[in-house]
Every structure is written in C-alpha cells, then in structure tokens.
C-alpha cells in the first residue's frame, strides 16, 4: 500500500524551529511532485512549499523562513521552518503528485496522495 506518513509537528515558541518530515511508504518507482500543504482552524488548505524537480514553490508568507528539500532516494520530503510565527500554527499536510509504484510486476499510477496530518502549534 502506497501512502504518505509524517512527521515532526510539536509545539514551539514564536522564534523557534521546527522540521517536518514525510515519507513515501510503499514500492515507489516514482514521484513528480512533492509538497507541503497547511490548515489553520476556520481557514482554508494552503500550499506552503512544493518541489517538482528542479523547481520549488513556496508562500509569499513563508519565503525567507521555510525550506523544503527532497530525498528521492528515500522518497522522503522535508519542511525545515525557522523563525515561527503564531499565524504559522495549523495542520500541515504532506502531498504527492504524480506517484507511481509497483504493484505485482507493474507500474501503477496512484494520483494523487495525501498524509494525515501534523500539528503544528506556535505560542507567542
């Protein structure tokens, strides 16, 4: 079974760090796009960083403070975030796009996939 599992939310100070983790669980044989996606209560979903190869996006609100970077090798992606604001608290969300994985001697395409969910939590 392919999925997507996180890690590393917590609570930390305005100021602080902290680094998330997500990892592509299953056989893999590729994956387009990785990311970081983010809820806040009575908001809507995010994007906060995503890689496509060569290519990395980010929010005008996190540029400066937020780096993502990929490990293909361990189909893992990161989300290392510095100087946390309160307004940065939410759930955060890790996704993949364009996930192949081998399935009984195939490759098959699975989509789209979404982790469950970090919390993230900053105090003033």
């Known amino acids: 079974q392919v999925q997507l599992v996180e890690s590393g939310g917590g609570l930390v100070q305005a100021g602080g760090s902290l680094r998330l983790s997500c990892v592509a669980s299953?056989?893999?044989?590729?994956?387009?796009?990785m990311g970081w996606y983010r809820q806040a209560p009575e908001k809507g979903r995010e994007l906060v960083a995503s890689?496509?190869?060569?290519?990395?996006d980010a929010a005008d609100s996190v540029k400066g403070r937020f780096t993502i970077s990929r490990d293909n090798a361990q189909n893992t992606v990161f989300l290392q975030m510095n100087s946390l604001k309160v307004e940065d608290t939410a759930v955060y969300y890790c996704?993949?796009?364009?996930?192949?994985?081998?399935?009984?001697?195939?490759?098959?395409?699975?989509?789209?996939?979404w982790g469950q969910g970090t919390l993230v939590t900053v105090s003033s």
């Open positions: 996704h993949a796009g364009g996930v192949y994985a081998w399935h009984s001697g195939s490759v098959l395409g699975y989509g789209e996939l």
């Open positions: 299953g056989d893999i044989y590729s994956i387009n796009t």
């Open positions: 890689n496509t190869g060569s290519n990395t």
